[in-house]
C-alpha cells in the first residue's frame, strides 16, 4: 500500500511543484525573515537529504521561534507588501491556532507557513526560551531544528502510523547516525557561557537534578564498609532494593501501566536479573496518578517499610514540537539523621490519556513497543542535555547519565518489532488546541492586512 501511495506521489510530483511555485515569492519573503532573524524551520526532509517527491504534498514551513505573534505579524505584513497589487491578496490571512503559541499564515485558502512558540511556561510563573538553549542545524545559512528534537516527533509518527512510513524510516535512521555521531560535549555545545542562560527556569530539573548529583556521589562510596556510610546512604540502598520489589511484585502482570525508560530495556534484555541501581522507574497507563500513589503507598506497607510516597506536580517536558506529554515524579520521604529528605524514584508520564500506546508482554511485564521506547530514550537524552546547560548538572553526572541512555537506545535499536495490543485513548491532537485556544483578544483574532489598510489606512504594527 505504502508503495503504491509512493507511485503516485512520483506522477503527481511535477503538478504539485509547478502548483507551489505560485508562492514562490512569498516563500522568498519568509526565507529572508528567517535568515535576518535566527529563527528555526522544523523540516526533516531538508535535515535528511530526502527528496522533495514527498514533501510538496503537505509542504507548509514551520517556524519555530520567541515570540511568534509578533514575528507571524511582521511576517504577513512583509508579505502584503510584496503581493498588495496581487487580485487575491484580500485572501492573505493570519490566524491564531493557540493563543500566545501557535499563529499561521494562508494566501489562496492555502497554508503559508505556521509559527510555533519556544518560549514555554513553568510552574511559580518561571519560563523557559528554547531558543537560547537549542543547537540548531544550519543548511545553507537558514538554522533547522537539530536532529535531537526532529527524531522525538518522527518516532511518535511512526508508533501512531502517522505520513509515509518509508520516508518516516529515512528520518529516524538518517537522524539517529547524525545523532550517535555527534555525542562529544564540550561547554561550547551545552552551555555554561551565556549569562542568560543563569536566568532560565532555575525551578526546572531540580527534582531530577539534585537526585542524580546524589547519585553520582553514590558511585564513589559502593565499596565502603557499611559502617562509614550515612543513616541516608544506607536507607538510599535500601531504597534501590525496594525498586526492584515494585518491578517484581508490583508492576509485574498488570495491565493498566507499561515500562519505559532503560529499565525496559533492561528487562528485555535481563528479566528479574536487572540491576535498577541509578536508574528511575518510568511508566505510562490508565491508571490515575492519584490512584497510584495510593497503591504504592499500601504497597510499601505490606513490606513493613514506613515509607511516605509523595506525588510531584505535572511537569512540561520542554519539547519544542509536543505540548501534551507531561511528567509527575513520585518520591519516598526519607528520614535521616540530616532530616527528612525526598528520594525520586519513579516516573509517570502521561501519554495513554490522548494516544494509544503500542505495548507487548515480556516475561508477565507489559513493555511499550521499541518506536515508543526509543521516543522516550531520546526525550531523557534531551531533558539531561537542558538540565546540564542551565547549570543544574555537574558534567561528570551528565556525561554518565547520557551514556547511560546511548547505550540504552543502541539496544531498543537493535529489538524486534513486537505490538501485541494497545494501551490508552486516542485524543485528537487539534481538539487539544482547540482547549488551549481561551479567550479571543483584539491581536489575536484573524488580521488580514488589505482590510486593516483599507481601515486604517496602514498595516498593523504591535
Keep these: 500500500m505504502d508503495a503504491k501511495i509512493e507511485l503516485m506521489h512520483e506522477n503527481l510530483f511535477e503538478f504539485c511543484q509547478a502548483e507551489r511555485e505560485k508562492y514562490g515569492e512569498l516563500y522568498q519573503v519568509l526565507l529572508k525573515y528567517v535568515k535576518e532573524h535566527d529563527l528555526f524551520i522544523s523540516d526533516s526532509y531538508e535535515l535528511t537529504g530526502l527528496s522533495n517527491t514527498y ?9 519555530y521561534c520567541s515570540k511568534p505573534l509578533l514575528h507571524t505579524n511582521r511576517i504577513i505584513n512583509l508579505m502584503y507588501w510584496k503581493l498588495a497589487k496581487h487580485p487575491m491578496i484580500g485572501t492573505l490571512v493570519m ?4 493563543k500566545n503559541e501557535e499563529f499561521s499564515i494562508s494566501f489562496d485558502n492555502r497554508f503559508i507557513c505556521k509559527l510555533f512558540a519556544m518560549q514555554r511556561d513553568r510552574p511559580k510563573g518561571n519560563s523557559v526560551d528554547l531558543m537560547k538553549l537549542v543547537k540548531p542545524a544550519v543548511i545553507n545559512k537558514i538554522k533547522y531544528l537539530p536532529a535531537e528534537i526532529e527524531i522525538i516527533d518522527i518516532y511518535q509518527k511512526l508508533y501512531n502510523g502517522l505520513g509515509s512510513f518509508s520516508a518516516m524510516k529515512h528520518f529516524v535512521s538518517t537522524m539517529y547516525k547524525q545523532i550517535m555521531d555527534d555525542r562529544t560535549i564540550n561547554e561550547e555545545d551545552t552551555g555554561h557561557t551565556s549569562n542568560d542562560k543563569a536566568n532560565d527556569d532555575k525551578q526546572t530539573g531540580n527534582d531530577k537534578a539534585n537526585d542524580d548529583k546524589q547519585t553520582s556521589n553514590d ?19 535500601e531504597l534501590e532494593a525496594i525498586k526492584m520489589f515494585i518491578l517484581t511484585d508490583f508492576l509485574k502482570g498488570r495491565q493498566d501501566v507499561t515500562l519505559l525508560g532503560p529499565i525496559a530495556v533492561d528487562w528485555y534484555t535481563m528479566g528479574e536479573k536487572l540491576c535498577p541501581k541509578y536508574d528511575k522507574i518510568q511508566i505510562c497507563g490508565t491508571i490515575k496518578p492519584a490512584q497510584l500513589k495510593e497503591e504504592l503507598q499500601t504497597f510499601l506497607n505490606s513490606l513493613g517499610r514506613k515509607y511516605n510516597v509523595s506525588l510531584g506536580d505535572s511537569l512540561d517536558l520542554l519539547i519544542p514540537k509536543d505540548f501534551r506529554t507531561k511528567r509527575i515524579i513520585y518520591s519516598m520521604s526519607i528520614r535521616t539523621d540530616a532530616g527528612i529528605k525526598e528520594k525520586p524514584f519513579l516516573e509517570y508520564f502521561n501519554c495513554c490519556d490522548f494516544e494509544l500506546i503500542p505495548v507487548f508482554d515480556h516475561n508477565s511485564m507489559l513493555i511499550a513497543n521499541k518506536y515508543v521506547l526509543l521516543r522516550f530514550l531520546f526525550i531523557d537524552l534531551w531533558i539531561y542535555k537542558f538540565i546540564y546547560s542551565i547549570g543544574r548538572l555537574e558534567k561528570k553526572t551528565y556525561l554518565q547519565k547520557r551514556d547511560r541512555l546511548v547505550a540504552a537506545i543502541k539496544q531498543a535499536e537493535a529489538m524486534d518489532f513486537i505490538a501485541e495490543g494497545t494501551l490508552g485513548f486516542h485524543y485528537d491532537y487539534d481538539i487539544s488546541k482547540r482547549q488551549k485556544k481561551i479567550g479571543q483578544e483584539e491581536y489575536f483574532a484573524p488580521y488580514s492586512p488589505s482590510m486593516h489598510v483599507q481601515k486604517n489606512g496602514a498595516v498593523r504594527k504591535l
Design 55 to 63: 514533501k510538496f504534498f503537505d509542504f507548509h514551513y514551520q517556524i
Design 95 to 98: 490566524n491564531t491556532s493557540v
Design 219 to 237: 558511585d564513589q562510596s559502593d565499596d565502603e564498609d557499611l559502617k562509614s556510610k550515612t543513616c541516608y546512604e544506607r536507607k538510599k540502598e
